[in-house]
C-alpha cells in the first residue's frame, strides 16, 4: 500500500505528525515529534521494520534529545487516516511484549514512545543471537551438505556399482544428513539460550 502523504494528528495527543522519511525502508514514518513521541504506521511499514534489515537510523535521530510527553495508553483511540475506533492488541517481539493500538478498517499501527523505546533496548542482543545462530547454519550446513553432494554424485558415476554400494551410499549420507540437522539445533538452541 503506498505511503500515506497526507497530514495526519496524533491519535494518542492530538498533536499534527512530522513525516519522517526512512531511506533504508524507503518510506515516510508519522512520528509525533512535538507532542508524545508516537508513531504512525500505514498499513504493513511495520513489518519493514521487524526484519533483519531494520535500520531505524532516521527515526533514532528524530526522535533523539526530545523531552516527550506521556500518555494515557489505556485511553481509547481513534484511526488518525480512517477515523476507524482502534483496537489494543500485544505484540510479541523477542522477549518483550509491545502493547500497539491497531486500525482493522486501514490496517494502521499506533505505538507509543515508551513501547519504542523498549523494543530498542531489547532487541539488538537479542537479534544479534539469532542473527549469528542463523550464520553459523547458513555457512557451516551448507558447505556440508555440498561436500555430501559431490561426493554422492561422484560416487555414482561409478560404471561397476552395485545395487548394494548404492544402497550403503545412500544409507551413508542419511546418518550424515542426520547428523548434521542435529547438530544444526544443537547450534541454534545453544545460540538462543
Ligand atoms: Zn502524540
Ligand atoms: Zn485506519
Known sequence: MADNMEEIYCPACGKKMEKVFMDKQNLYLDVCLNGCG???FDNRE???FDEESED???LVKALENKEFKENDETAQRFC???GMKMVKNVMKSAEINIEVDDCYSCGGKFI???E???IRNQYPTEKER???ALKDVYINIGEELQKIQLEHDE???RPSLTMRAIKYNLKKNDDRLNDITQKTIDNINKNLE
Open 116 to 118: 519504542l523505546q523498549a
Open 38 to 40: 508516537g508513531i504512525y
Open 80 to 82: 488518525p487516516v480512517c
Open 56 to 58: 531505524i537510523t532516521p
Open 46 to 48: 511495520f513489518y519493514k
Open 155 to 157: 560416487h555414482m558415476k
Open 112 to 114: 507509543d514512545n515508551k
Open 130 to 132: 539469532v542473527e549469528a
